[in-house]
Structure formats: structure tokens, C-alpha cells
């Protein structure tokens, strides 16, 4: 079913409506995912009164052509299409060079972007204590007091934002009664089945207990800036963290720090991903900066982000300095 064909009608028939019971789940994820508002109570972040202009000059990358994992010819369109992407940007040198827009969007269409939330957060982070506002080496509990009893009691804010908290969760997104769940349950993402108690956020936060090891020894999957800020990102990532951690099989030899995903260390690349196939994607060697929006229906797909991550790479090396 294709995007616009859902929620259309009044009523819409029942295989095509949108509730907040299947608004995460194939299909009406292509919708939910553009209609989040309509979901769940949300407050708006406005931008500044006064955005930093952006330029444009249009190239066209949709016939660019590679190889993808599997062997087989692909373009980046055929990409996008084959893997239920809803938009892609490319900007290069500050530029903005390439946009494409699937089916019910727009340059105006809101897209939840998940856990690259995060990596905005690490950003903000930075800022914040390049600003003297917060203490990376500082206990968690010196900002946020309610949580003392939790495992967070006993960690750092280095050791939230290099995800290297000892806790225990399991990140299983097919468990309808697992740590996942409880988590959405808390938020009001999900409506928690009869007899179960939705709970919120800082007295779920509270419930969360350590798997008994030291935090910032293994990454743990689970959750403008300044330069100083950047270059820590790409050198002090711990590699034995990443090693021993939850996602070492899907990107063998990666780093994780302040959020901040760094896949390929030779390359000094960034990314910021999120379930469902949100991607945000830096390479410093062609200052190249691309966005990806998608709603897979899986939660976690290798398979495409392996092909993805080709795409990306073509892109790049097709704008690299010759």
C-alpha cells in the first residue's frame, strides 16, 4: 500500500486507518511517520526568526549508479524506491545539490527521524560545555537528582552520551512485554495492553537497575558544534567498547561517542541512524552532508543499511576532489 493510499476517505476503509495501536507497524508507518502530530501530544521546536540561508544548485544523483552489497547493479533512486525511502537531501560544501521526495512528501512534510534525535542531542551537548553549562565528567544525578536510586545514580554524562551505561534492557522492538515495551509504554508511543499500567517517563526512569559491571566499558545500544567537540568524537571512541557491544556484528570496526556514530575510522565519517532507515550521514573528505528518511517496514534492517551505506559512498566519491 502505498502512502497516499492510506487514511484516504471518510472514514478511510479498515485496512488503510491509523490508529495508535499500528501507527509504528507496516503499513501505517508510511503514514504515522509523517503524521506524528496526529498521533501523540507533541510540542514544536520553531526554528530561529532569523535561518541561515541556504543555497542551492541543483545536480542530479537519483541515475548515479554502484554496486550494491549483494553484487548487483543499483542506482541511488532504484535505492530509494526499493527500500521504502521517503526522502533524500544531499548537501556538498554548504551547498544544497539534490533533493528527492517519495510519495506523500514534500520539502514542508515533518518525518520522524528516531534515534538521530540523539545525535542532535550529543550536539547540544557539546555546545552546552563549550559554554561551561554542562560537565561532561559530572555524575548524571547532579543535574537530574530523581534518579540517584536508578543505575543512572552511579554514571556519568560522558558515559549517557558514549551510550556506555552498564544497564540492564534489552533492545528486543518484537517483545510486546519486553523493555522496549515498557519504555513506549511510558512515553505514550504505545497503548499498553488491559491490566497493564502505563506509567511516565521519570518514574519508569527510576525502575531501571545495572547489569552489575562498571559503566563506559561496552557500548550499549539502548537510547553546531564547536571543533574541539568534533575532533573528540573522532578520536576518543572506544573501539574495545564497540567491540564487546550490542552492534559490533552490523558494523564491524566502528566507534560510538557523544552520539555520534563513526563507521569507517579511516574515513573520519559521521552518522546519526534511526530505526525504520533514518539516516544522517557526514563525510568530512568531500564535505558532503546527506539525509535519508525511510519507513522500513523492519525496525532493524542490515541488509539495507549495508546498502545504504554503498549509496553513501558512491555519492561521496562521485563529489570528492578529483
Same mark, same amino acid.
Given at each position: ?77 532504484? /535505492? @530509494? +524506491?526499493? &527500500? ?5 537531501? *544531499?548537501? %556538498? ?6 533533493? #528527492? ?105 527510576? /525502575? @531501571? +537497575?545495572? &547489569? ?5 566499558? *561496552?557500548? %550499549? ?6 571543533? #574541539? ?94
Amino acid at each position: 500500500m502505498r502512502p497516499t493510499e492510506i487514511m484516504r476517505g471518510s472514514p478511510p476503509a479498515p485496512e488503510a486507518q491509523v490508529t495508535r495501536a499500528n501507527w509504528r507497524s507496516f503499513p501505517a508507518i508510511r503514514w504515522g511517520f509523517t503524521h506524528t502530530r496526529e498521533m501523540l501530544p507533541t510540542a514544536e521546536v520553531r526554528r530561529s526568526a532569523s535561518p541561515t540561508p541556504v543555497r542551492s544548485a541543483p545536480r542530479e544523483l537519483s541515475r548515479l549508479g554502484f554496486t550494491a552489497p549483494d553484487g548487483q547493479p543499483t542506482t541511488v533512486e532504484a /535505492t @530509494l +524506491r526499493e &527500500t521504502f525511502g521517503d526522502a533524500l537531501l *544531499v548537501m %556538498h560544501r554548504g551547498t544544497l545539490i539534490h533533493e #528527492w521526495y517519495g510519495d506523500g512528501m514534500s520539502v514542508t512534510t515533518p518525518h520522524l527521524i528516531c534515534s538521530i534525535s540523539k545525535s542532535i542531542a550529543g550536539t547540544l551537548g557539546g555546545i552546552l560545555a563549550a559554554r561551561g553549562l554542562l560537565d561532561p565528567e559530572a555524575r548524571v544525578v547532579r543535574y537530574v537528582p530523581e534518579l540517584e536510586s536508578s543505575v543512572y545514580g552511579g554514571c556519568t554524562v560522558r558515559n549517557v552520551l558514549d551510550m556506555a551505561v552498564a544497564i540492564k534492557f534489552e533492545e528486543d522492538y518484537e517483545d510486546p512485554a519486553g523493555d522496549v515495551a515498557r519504555y513506549r509504554f511510558s512515553s505514550g508511543w504505545d497503548v499498553p495492553p488491559p491490566g497493564v499500567e502505563a506509567s511516565h517517563q521519570r518514574a519508569y526512569l527510576t /525502575t @531501571l +537497575r545495572g &547489569t552489575g559491571k562498571p559503566h563506559g566499558k *561496552v557500548f %550499549h545500544y539502548v537510547s553546531t558544534m564547536p571543533g #574541539w567537540w568534533i575532533d573528540d568524537i573522532h578520536e576518543n571512541g572506544d573501539p574495545k567498547a564497540w567491540a564487546d557491544g550490542d552492534l559490533a556484528e552490523i558494523f564491524p570496526g566502528a566507534r560510538y561517542r557523544s552520539k555520534w556514530y563513526t563507521i569507517d575510522a579511516s574515513r573520519n565519517d559521521l552518522a546519526g541512524i534511526g530505526i525504520h532507515g533514518q539516516w544522517l550521514y557526514i563525510d568530512a573528505a568531500s564535505d558532503t552532508v546527506i539525509v535519508k528518511l525511510a519507513t522500513q517496514p523492519k525496525a532493524m534492517d542490515v541488509p539495507l543499511d549495508h546498502r545504504w551505506l554503498a549509496a553513501f559512498r558512491a555519492i561521496t566519491a562521485h563529489l570528492a576532489p578529483r
